[in-house]
């Protein structure tokens, strides 16, 4: 799946991604491709995103997600 | 001769200037690139953003938002977020975005004291402080964006547009359209709605020359949304703010770089060509004074010869 994770000044990831590991509003939750249209809040915590058979891991103060058909986007 | 020494002087002061001028106008290219590729970085985030406002626009949740909701008709002051820039030597670029903000104030028949500001830029806080308008806040338009200003300008708007003191903000700025043209551009930030959204991120992208792009149409789709329409909106309007902010910050420091490009190469120009005007003068004036010794030594020599 596509994922973007970007704060307004700055893009931190922007690529293809196997998947994305997020603290959600309602509980940590993994987002893999085609996955269901969801819209929620973050809360801060890590975020892992496992891309290239890497992990990257990255600190957030919160966010939202928004996850559609052709990917996930993660607005910091 | 006094004539040809004054010229001579003349012609190397302007070659300095044009020295200068050519330095500004490569340096102001440099950083009109710089500007404009860092909008264009911005832009994954401004159409994340933008979507996920465009897909639940339809909630009455949205709607009712203290930073959606609709205060037209109502009498309340508003608040103008003016962008300039601090320096001159950019041509029209300032004083057409202080004129189209007055144009604004007078089109909505306001009163300068219903008015207060919002001042990024020297020239902005000098204007609006000439005028009898007030200024809550001014800050110097530096060539660093970071995200401390933003959140300033956006803490100050969002708080008075929420808690009622005014009923509308707008941001006045100079939209780069393409080097050699740039529009000054008010839009309204508070009360938040999509198509000036849309607007403002359809802009990031010039319409002519580098970077120039096709726009792609964002297609809706049934979301679960966790945890709370509300919850979700809290968080994203300020966000969806900050893009208004940031972009018109980015936008007038590309239109502010790109004007004063212009105008350098202008200036070059005309130095160059008052270079050649006075270079033609001083070689009139030294075949003068050349032709004026020869007639005099040879008018001597036939007053001696005829002796």
Excluded: C, W
């Excluded at chain 2, 020295?19 to 832009?43: C, F, H, I, P």
């Excluded at chain 2, 740039?182 to 580098?210: C, H, M, W, Y």
Aim: net charge neutral; no cysteine; charged share 20%.
């Amino acid at each position: 799946m596509h994922l973007v994770i970007a704060k307004v000044d700055q893009v931190f990831f922007d690529g293809e991604a196997l998947s994305v590991t997020v603290p959600g509003s309602q509980g940590e939750m993994t987002i893999l491709g085609e996955h269901m249209p969801l819209i929620t809040t973050l809360k801060a915590g890590t975020i892992v995103v496992r891309a290239d058979g890497a992990e990257q891991s990255m600190q957030i103060n919160g966010g939202i997600l928004e996850v559609n058909r052709e990917g996930a986007t993660v607005v910091l | 001769m006094a004539g040809l020494k004054a010229i001579k002087s003349k012609i190397r002061s302007i070659e300095k200037t044009e020295t200068v001028t050519k330095a500004m106008e490569a340096v102001s290219a440099a950083k009109m690139r710089k500007a404009q590729l860092t909008a264009l970085n911005g832009r994954a985030y401004a159409k994340a953003a933008v979507s996920i406002l465009a897909r639940v626009s339809g909630s009455d949740v949205l709607k009712n938002h203290p930073l959606t909701r609709n205060t037209e008709g109502v009498a309340a002051p508003a608040l103008y977020i003016v962008i300039t820039s601090d320096k001159g030597l950019a041509g029209g670029l300032n004083s057409a975005v202080l004129r189209a903000v007055q144009n604004d104030i007078r089109e909505s028949g306001l009163q300068p004291s219903d008015v207060s500001i919002v001042a990024v830029g020297k020239k902005a806080n000098d204007f609006f402080s000439a005028r009898g308008f007030t200024i809550v806040l001014y800050r110097p338009n530096t060539q660093e964006l970071d995200a401390t200003l933003i959140s300033e300008i956006l803490a100050r708007a969002a708080d008075a547009f929420s808690q009622g003191t005014v009923g509308i903000v707008k941001i006045a700025y100079q939209n780069f359209i393409s080097t050699f043209e740039q529009r000054p551009t008010v839009r309204t930030i508070f009360p938040l709605t999509l198509s000036e959204l849309e607007a403002v991120v359809g802009d990031i992208t010039p319409k002519r020359g580098a970077f120039a792009e096709a726009e792609s149409p964002m297609q809706a789709a049934p979301y679960t949304i966790e945890p709370s329409e509300a919850q979700v909106f809290d968080t994203i309007l300020p966000k969806l703010a900050s893009i208004f902010v940031y972009h018109a910050l980015l936008e007038s420091q590309a239109s502010e770089h790109s004007a004063r490009m212009v105008a350098m190469k202008s200036a070059s120009d005309k130095a160059s060509e008052l270079e050649h005007s006075l270079t033609l003068q001083f070689n009139k004036a030294r075949q003068a004074a050349i032709t004026r010794e020869v007639s005099e030594i040879t008018g001597g020599m036939e007053a001696m010869a005829s002796k």
